[in-house]
C-alpha cells in the first residue's frame, strides 16, 4: 500500500522520498504548492496542508503508512493533533514520527513540547509508531555560515556539554528504513523511540576548532550567551521563532544533547555504515562556497 509523506519537500522530507523511491515503496506527499514538488513521475502528489481536514481525508485514502513532519510553527501543536486524528479516522494505525531529542525534557521550549504532546498522543491513541528523536540537525549551520566564513566566528551558542549534531541525511535514511519496515510488516508492531545522533558529541569551542583547521585561520567560539544569537536570527526570521531558538540554545548550554549509549552504534548497523560527521559536512560547505 501507499506511505504517505508530510514536510515532503523540506530538508528531511525530500531525502526520506529518495530513500523510500530507492526501496520501491509506493510513495504519496502531502504538499501546498504542488509545484514545489519536484519528484519522479511515479509520485503521487496530494495537495492540501495539515490543517486542511478535506485534502487531509483525500490523502489518506489508500494510505497504510505515515511519515509525519510537521514545521516548526506557532500551530504546530494543531496540526500534529488534527492529522493524527484523521490519520486514525481513515484506518491508518502505521505511524513514523519525526520528534525532538529529549522532548520530554525541554517543556518551556515550545516545538519540544509540542512533540512531547505528540508523543503522548501516539502512544495514548493506539498507534504503532517509530519516534524518531533527531538532536540538532547539522544542516542548521547553512544558516550561520556566512558568519563563520566572513568574520571569523562561529555563532551558534551550544555550550561545553556536547551536542552530537546529526545529519539529515541520516534521519531520513532511518526514517525510510522504519517506514518500509512498518509498511510491510504483517501485522502491528510495538512503539519505538530512536535518538538521532551524529558520531561525535561536540562542544562550542570544538566545532570552533574544526573550522579554524578547514579554513587555516581562526575562527572564535561566539560564548554561550544566547541573547547576541537570538538578536541576529530576529533580522530574518519572525521574533517568536527567534525566541524559540534561544530557548533551544540555553537548553544545549544546560544540558548538551548527549547521545545514550549504545546510539551510535545503534544507527551505524541500521544503516549499514558510519554517520556523517561535522567536519565533513563543513568540508561540503566550504567546497560550495
Not at 187 to 211: K, R, S, Y
Request: no cysteine.
Amino acid at each position: 500500500m501507499t506511505i504517505l509523506v508530510t514536510g515532503a519537500t523540506g530538508r528531511v522530507g525530500r531525502h526520506v522520498v529518495d530513500q523510500l523511491i530507492r526501496r520501491g515503496a509506493k510513495v504519496r506527499v502531502l504538499t501546498r504548492d504542488p509545484a514545489k514538488a519536484d519528484f519522479p513521475a511515479d509520485v503521487e502528489i496530494a495537495q492540501g496542508d495539515l490543517l486542511d481536514i478535506d485534502a487531509l481525508r483525500r490523502a489518506f485514502q489508500g494510505v497504510r503508512t505515515l511519515f509525519l513532519l510537521n514545521a516548526v510553527t506557532g500551530d504546530e501543536f494543531t496540526q500534529a493533533i488534527i492529522t493524527l486524528n484523521i490519520a486514525r479516522e481513515a484506518g491508518v494505525e502505521r505511524v513514523v514520527y519525526q520528534s525532538v531529542f529529549d522532548a520530554e525534557g525541554a517543556v518551556n521550549v515550545p516545538h519540544f513540547a509540542v512533540k512531547s504532546g505528540a508523543e503522548r498522543m501516539l502512544r495514548q491513541m493506539g498507534f504503532s509508531a517509530t519516534i524518531l528523536r533527531p538532536s540538532y540537525f547539522i544542516d542548521n549551520e547553512l544558516m550561520i555560515k556566512d558568519v563563520i566564513l566572513n568574520h571569523g566566528v562561529y555563532p551558534m551558542p551550544i555550550g561545553s556539554k556536547g551536542v552530537a549534531m546529526v545529519d539529515a541525511r541520516d534521519i531520513a535514511e532511518i526514517a525510510a528504513i522504519e517506514l518500509i519496515r512498518r509498511d510491510q510488516a504483517p501485522g502491528t508492531l510495538p512503539i519505538e523511540t530512536i535518538n538521532l545522533v551524529g558520531p561525535d558529541t561536540l562542544t562550542g569551542p570544538q566545532v570552533a576548532a574544526i573550522w579554524s583547521d578547514l579554513l587555516s585561520r581562526l575562527v572564535v567560539y561566539g560564548g554561550d550567551d544566547p541573547s547576541g544569537f537570538e538578536q541576529n536570527m530576529a533580522t530574518f526570521m519572525p521574533k517568536w521563532t527567534a525566541y524559540e531558538m534561544r530557548l533551544m540554545a540555553e537548553r544545549y548550554v544546560s544540558d548538551g544533547m548527549i547521545p545514550e549509549a549504545g546510539d551510535v552504534e545503534r544507527l551505524t548497523r541500521m544503516l549499514g555504515r558510519p554517520l556523517h560527521n561535522y567536519r565533513n559536512f563543513a568540508a561540503e560547505i566550504l567546497r560550495a562556497a
